[in-house]
C-alpha cells in the first residue's frame, strides 16, 4: 500500500460543483504540499500546511490539514473548467525535511 | 525566463543505450531533486543534490547515476537503458536552510517523457 492515499482516484464535476479531495497517511504529515498537475506539463504549487489545523485558502481553492497531521484535503468551490488536471498532495512522512512522499493523484474533470 | 528547465522534453530510444537528461535551474537554490512519474501517474524520488553533494539516494538501479556539476545544475545519466525506464522524469528544486523555515516549496521542472523501445 502507498504511504500516502488519495481520493477520489479520479472524480467528474460539472462546472459550478464544489468538490473535494482527500490525502490520508497512517503517518504524520510534516509539511504538506499540494501540487496540480495539467497533462505533459510539470506540477503547479498550490499551497503548503505544516501545522494541524492550518487552513489556507487561494482564489477558489481551500486546503487543511487536520489537527492529528494525518490527513488533509482540498477543497474546490464552484469548480471551472481551468481546475481540471490532476492533484498530487506530497509530504514528508520522516520528519526529515526534504524527501516529499507523494499521494497517488486525483485526476480531475470538470464538464460545462 | 523559466525557473526550472529540462532537457529534452522528448526522448525516444532502444533498450541498452545509455542516454542524459539535464536540467538546470536558474532560482539560485540550494537543493535539486530528480522525480520519476510512472504510466499511473505515481511521483516517486529518486535523488536530491544539497550545494553538489547527494543527500537522497532511494532505492534506484545503479544504472541512473546523477552528476551535479554546480548547485545549478543536476543532470541524470541512464546506462543500459530498459523497457520498464520508460516514464516522465521531473527535475525539481528548493531553497532550504533559511533560518526558521524547515520546510519550502519545490519548483517543478516541465519534465521529461522518456520511451524505450
Known amino acids: 500500500s502507498q504511504e500516502l492515499e488519495q481520493s477520489p482516484q479520479s472524480l467528474i464535476v460539472q462546472e459550478g460543483k464544489n468538490l473535494t479531495i482527500n490525502c490520508t497517511s497512517s503517518k504524520t504529515l510534516y509539511g504538506l504540499y499540494w501540487y496540480k498537475q495539467k497533462y505533459g506539463e510539470g506540477l503547479i504549487f498550490l499551497m503548503m500546511?505544516?501545522?494541524?489545523?492550518e487552513e489556507k485558502s487561494h482564489e477558489k481553492i481551500t486546503a487543511k490539514l487536520d489537527e492529528k497531521k494525518q490527513q488533509s484535503s482540498l477543497h474546490i468551490t464552484a469548480s471551472q473548467p481551468s481546475h481540471a488536471g490532476i492533484y498530487l498532495c506530497?509530504?514528508?512522512?520522516?520528519?526529515?525535511?526534504?524527501?516529499?512522499?507523494f499521494g497517488t493523484g486525483t485526476q480531475l474533470k470538470v464538464e460545462l | 525566463d523559466t525557473a526550472v528547465s529540462q532537457t529534452p522534453k522528448y526522448l525516444v530510444t532502444q533498450m541498452g543505450n545509455d542516454k542524459s537528461i539535464k536540467c538546470e535551474q536558474n532560482?539560485?537554490?540550494?537543493?535539486m531533486y530528480w522525480y520519476k512519474q510512472d504510466s499511473k501517474k505515481f511521483l516517486k524520488i529518486m535523488f536530491s543534490?544539497?550545494?553538489?553533494?547527494?543527500?537522497i539516494n532511494e532505492t534506484v538501479p545503479n544504472r541512473f547515476s546523477p552528476k551535479s556539476p554546480d548547485k545549478a545544475h543536476l543532470n541524470l545519466h541512464i546506462n543500459s537503458l530498459e523497457l520498464g525506464d520508460s516514464a516522465v522524469y521531473f527535475c525539481?528544486?528548493?531553497?532550504?536552510?533559511?533560518?526558521?523555515?524547515?520546510?519550502?516549496?519545490?519548483?517543478f521542472g516541465p519534465g521529461t517523457r522518456l520511451t524505450v523501445l
Open positions: 532560482l539560485g537554490h540550494d537543493t
Open positions: 525539481a528544486s528548493s531553497q532550504d536552510g533559511l533560518a526558521g523555515v524547515r520546510y519550502n516549496e519545490q519548483f
Open positions: 500546511l505544516q501545522k494541524g489545523g
Open positions: 543534490y544539497n550545494n553538489k553533494e547527494l543527500i
Open positions: 506530497g509530504a514528508d512522512v520522516t520528519g526529515g525535511g526534504n524527501k516529499l512522499t
